[in-house]
Each structure stands twice: as structure tokens, then as C-alpha cells.
């Protein structure tokens, strides 16, 4: 397995492990505990009510109990994997619900300057760290990237609300998206 | 425009944030199939979303408490990158659209060239198109994103080559004539979000009967 350097990155994998190879219930509950509150804040931002996100949740760590041992550490870090599980039952929700309800969403963050700026730059948590990397990126490139990943939005919704080509907004997610993973690996 | 015959990677961060209609999110499932170097590009931007999902705050739990482990189906949710071997589209209607590709009621548009729209709503429509070998289709613009993943036979765009499995990427600044080999029939199925803009005048006669 891949260390990652980073405790709790470790501890989840080697949770989703336990649950893998010996179908350990206590593992399960410690990596809910630990995962659940995320996962459900993230689909808050996202737009979701607190009953589409914990139950958007539930399925998700339902599926991560059944699909755990084709869990592979060497592939990727438990958060990953976990998280390709959270957004694929998103997308199976949003099948299912038109556009336009998404789109009418109430709560979803203000703007992406929000989230940049939210974390105190001496706080050593992951958010802190994600939005210090975020404020090394030009403007043009980390608003995008916040766009889609936090706003939820499409290529065309970031096109017309910064007022560019769609070819452009894409370029910029790129490029933007290539120099953020550089900076975290 | 992208001269790949691969998507441009914002629509595989965009695929990772869930962000996408559903038949961009079909098109590229389906791409994902038959194309590790895209399944790759895929694990990236998941990375970068676990970033901002597990870098982010803790909602309160009040009551939500953990789903029994008992519970549940056991629904088809392999994720994309998760394994190694490349499939085939032979199955793509039987598995991605539910219905076999000879049950698809056709139009003609053209010489040569018929269409069949599987969806069709202001920002998220899905169509098929059939060309006989060595058609050209109709000169055209986009005011949106067009993405055209190639079933059966192979068509030429600009100077790239367009196989099955290859998705072309079209957005608002490409200018577009894809030309039909001459060895086969030649089927896609394209998801777009804006309509189409043809620079001819008879395509442009003929677009609102067409309804793309
Ligand atoms: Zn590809």
C-alpha cells in the first residue's frame, strides 16, 4: 500500500481494507464516522436538501461496504475511490431530477471566491491546505475549477455567467486543473 | 478545437464534479469503456474532487445515523477507472440507451444521411446520426458543446481520423464538415447543448424541420 505521509489518508485506507478482506462492521462505522460528515456537507453545497444528501450518503457508503474489496490501495487513496462512489450516485440522482430543479437550488455557495477565501491561512486543515493551493492559482483559472467542482456547474453555466467562449472556460479548467494536481503531488 | 480523438480533460473534471447533463455524462461513460488513457485522466480529476469534498467541512450529523450494511441492492456501480480491460461498443444500445439499435425510428436528412433524436430538451439533446459511406454532412457551427462518439464505421473532420470509440469535442469555436469514409456506413451518436448553426442557407432552411 502507498503511504500517503498524511495519518488520517492512511487510516481510512487501511479502514476500507478491514472492511475489504474481513468484512469488519467496525471498521465500517469508524470510516462512516469519519467520511459521512464530508460527504454530506459536500452535496449541501452542491444544492441538495439535507434529506437528498443524507440519503445520496447512505447509498454511497452502502455501496462502499458492497464494492470494498475491489478497493486497491495501490490505485488509489481510499478518498478517491470513495469519492468516484459519491459522485456516481449524484449523477444517478440527477438523471432522475430535470435540470431546471438543480438549477433552482437555493443554498449552493454564493460564489466561488467564497470558498477560496473561507479557511484561515494558518489553519493546517486539508481545507485550509486545499484553498491556500487554490490562491496560487490566477484568478482565471482556480474560479472555474471551484465552479465545477464546488457550484456544481456546467462548462456552458461558467460560460455565460464569466461572459467567455465556451473553448476558452475550457482551456482555463485545463490548465487550471493541470497546475493544481501538480502542486498536490 | 481539440485535434485529439480524445475529450479535452475539463470534461472529465466536469464528469468528476457531476456537473454534466445526462447525455454528455452517457457519452463519456461509454468513451470511459473502450479508453484507459481517458479512464486515467478520469482518476485525476476524481483526485482533485476527493480534495475538495474531504477538504471541506463537516456537515452536523443530528439524527443521520449509518445505514445498516445489510440493506440495500447491490446496484451496478463500478467505477470507471476501476478496472483494467478495454470493452467494446457492439453493446452500446443494449447497454447504455436500453433499446437495439435496429428498433431506432430513423429520418432522412439528406442525402445520404439520417438522424434519429434519442433526447431532446433545451440543454441536453442526444442524437443519432447515420451517413453512408463517403457522405458529406452539412458544414456547421456550435453555440454550445457537442461531443460525437463514433459507433460504426469512421469519418474525417479537419485533417483528424475518427474511429469507433473516438469522441470528437466540438465547442463554439469550431467550424465543422466531418466526411464519411468510403469503406463503411458510418453511425454516432452525439450529445449537444446549444443548437446547431449551419453556414449553409438551404441547411439553414431546412434546421427548424429538422428540429436540431
Ligand atoms: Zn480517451
Same mark, same amino acid.
Given at each position: 500500500?502507498? /503511504?500517503?505521509?498524511?495519518?488520517?489518508?492512511?487510516?481510512?485506507?487501511?479502514?476500507?481494507?478491514?472492511?475489504?478482506?474481513?468484512?469488519?462492521? /467496525?471498521?465500517?462505522?469508524?470510516?462512516?464516522?469519519?467520511?459521512?460528515?464530508?460527504?454530506?456537507?459536500?452535496?449541501?453545497?452542491?444544492?441538495?436538501?439535507?434529506?437528498?444528501?443524507?440519503?445520496?450518503?447512505?447509498?454511497?457508503?452502502?455501496?462502499?461496504?458492497?464494492?470494498?474489496?475491489?478497493?486497491?490501495?495501490?490505485?488509489?487513496?481510499?478518498?478517491?475511490?470513495?469519492?468516484?462512489?459519491?459522485?456516481?450516485?449524484?449523477?444517478?440522482?440527477?438523471?432522475?431530477?430535470?435540470?431546471?430543479?438543480?438549477?433552482?437550488?437555493?443554498?449552493?455557495? /454564493?460564489?466561488?471566491?467564497?470558498?477560496?477565501?473561507?479557511?484561515?491561512?494558518?489553519?493546517?486543515?486539508?481545507?485550509?491546505?486545499?484553498?491556500?493551493?487554490?490562491?496560487?492559482?490566477?484568478?482565471?483559472?482556480?474560479?472555474?475549477?471551484?465552479?465545477?467542482?464546488?457550484?456544481?456547474?456546467?462548462?456552458?453555466?461558467?460560460?455565460?455567467?464569466?461572459?467567455?467562449?465556451?473553448?476558452?472556460?475550457?482551456?482555463?479548467?485545463?490548465?487550471?486543473?493541470?497546475?493544481?494536481?501538480?502542486?498536490?503531488? | !478545437? %481539440?485535434? %485529439?480523438?480524445?475529450?479535452? *480533460?475539463?470534461?472529465?473534471? %466536469?464528469?468528476?464534479?457531476?456537473?454534466?447533463?445526462?447525455?454528455?455524462?452517457?457519452?463519456?461513460?461509454?468513451?470511459?469503456?473502450?479508453?484507459?488513457?481517458?479512464?486515467?485522466?478520469?482518476?485525476?480529476?476524481?483526485?482533485?474532487?476527493?480534495?475538495?469534498?474531504?477538504?471541506?467541512?463537516?456537515?452536523?450529523?443530528?439524527?443521520?445515523?449509518?445505514?445498516?450494511?445489510?440493506?440495500?441492492?447491490? *446496484?451496478?456501480?463500478?467505477?470507471?477507472?476501476?478496472?483494467?480491460?478495454?470493452?467494446?461498443?457492439?453493446?452500446?444500445?443494449?447497454?447504455?440507451?436500453?433499446?437495439?439499435?435496429?428498433?431506432?425510428?430513423?429520418?432522412?436528412?439528406?442525402?445520404?444521411?439520417?438522424?434519429?433524436?434519442?433526447?431532446? %430538451?433545451?440543454?441536453?439533446?442526444?442524437? !443519432?446520426?447515420?451517413?453512408?459511406?463517403?457522405?458529406?454532412?452539412?458544414?456547421?457551427?456550435?453555440?454550445?458543446?457537442?461531443?460525437?462518439?463514433?459507433?460504426?464505421?469512421?469519418?474525417?473532420?479537419?485533417?483528424?481520423?475518427?474511429?469507433?470509440?473516438?469522441?470528437?469535442?466540438?465547442?463554439?469555436?469550431?467550424?465543422?464538415?466531418?466526411?464519411?469514409?468510403?469503406?463503411?456506413?458510418?453511425?454516432?451518436?452525439?450529445?449537444?447543448?446549444?443548437?446547431?448553426?449551419?453556414?449553409?442557407?438551404?441547411?439553414?432552411?431546412?434546421?427548424?424541420?429538422?428540429?436540431?
Amino acid at each position: 500500500m502507498q /503511504q500517503s505521509g498524511e495519518p488520517e489518508i492512511d487510516q481510512e485506507s487501511s479502514l476500507l481494507l478491514a472492511i475489504g478482506n474481513n468484512q469488519s462492521q /467496525q471498521a465500517y462505522v469508524e470510516l462512516f464516522e469519519l467520511m459521512a460528515p464530508k460527504i454530506k456537507s459536500f452535496l449541501m453545497g452542491r444544492g441538495s436538501s439535507v434529506d437528498e444528501s443524507e440519503n445520496v450518503t447512505q447509498d454511497a457508503m452502502l455501496s462502499v461496504w458492497r464494492k470494498a474489496d475491489l478497493f486497491d490501495p495501490n490505485k488509489a487513496s481510499a478518498r478517491t475511490w470513495v469519492y468516484a462512489i459519491v459522485r456516481n450516485r449524484l449523477i444517478d440522482v440527477q438523471r432522475k431530477t430535470s435540470r431546471v430543479d438543480r438549477g433552482n437550488k437555493k443554498y449552493r455557495y /454564493q460564489s466561488g471566491n467564497d470558498f477560496i477565501s473561507n479557511g484561515g491561512v494558518n489553519d493546517a486543515s486539508a481545507q485550509a491546505q486545499l484553498q491556500r493551493l487554490l490562491q496560487e492559482l490566477p484568478d482565471e483559472q482556480s474560479q472555474p475549477l471551484v465552479m465545477s467542482y464546488v457550484q456544481g456547474m456546467s462548462h456552458k453555466e461558467i460560460a455565460n455567467k464569466i461572459g467567455l467562449p465556451l473553448g476558452t472556460v475550457k482551456s482555463r479548467i485545463r490548465m487550471g486543473f493541470q497546475r493544481l494536481q501538480e502542486m498536490v503531488n | !478545437m %481539440s485535434t %485529439s480523438n480524445h475529450p479535452d *480533460q475539463a470534461w472529465f473534471v %466536469s464528469y468528476a464534479a457531476g456537473s454534466l447533463t445526462p447525455s454528455f455524462n452517457l457519452l463519456l461513460q461509454a468513451h470511459l469503456a473502450v479508453c484507459s488513457q481517458c479512464r486515467c485522466g478520469l482518476k485525476k480529476a476524481d483526485e482533485i474532487g476527493a480534495q475538495f469534498m474531504f477538504g471541506g467541512e463537516e456537515a452536523p450529523m443530528d439524527n443521520f445515523e449509518m445505514p445498516n450494511p445489510q440493506l440495500g441492492v447491490n *446496484q451496478n456501480e463500478s467505477i470507471e477507472w476501476g478496472k483494467d480491460e478495454v470493452t467494446d461498443l457492439s453493446q452500446f444500445f443494449d447497454h447504455y440507451i436500453g433499446t437495439h439499435l435496429d428498433g431506432l425510428q430513423w429520418m432522412n436528412a439528406g442525402k445520404g444521411l439520417q438522424l434519429c433524436k434519442l433526447s431532446d %430538451s433545451d440543454d441536453d439533446k442526444m442524437l !443519432m446520426l447515420r451517413a453512408a459511406p463517403g457522405t458529406v454532412l452539412p458544414k456547421h457551427r456550435h453555440n454550445g458543446s457537442e461531443l460525437t462518439l463514433v459507433l460504426k464505421g469512421a469519418y474525417f473532420c479537419e485533417d483528424a481520423l475518427f474511429k469507433v470509440g473516438d469522441i470528437e469535442d466540438a465547442d463554439d469555436t469550431t467550424l465543422h464538415q466531418p466526411v464519411v469514409t468510403n469503406d463503411s456506413e458510418c453511425i454516432c451518436v452525439a450529445a449537444v447543448d446549444g443548437p446547431l448553426r449551419f453556414s449553409g442557407l438551404l441547411q439553414r432552411v431546412a434546421q427548424p424541420f429538422l428540429g436540431i
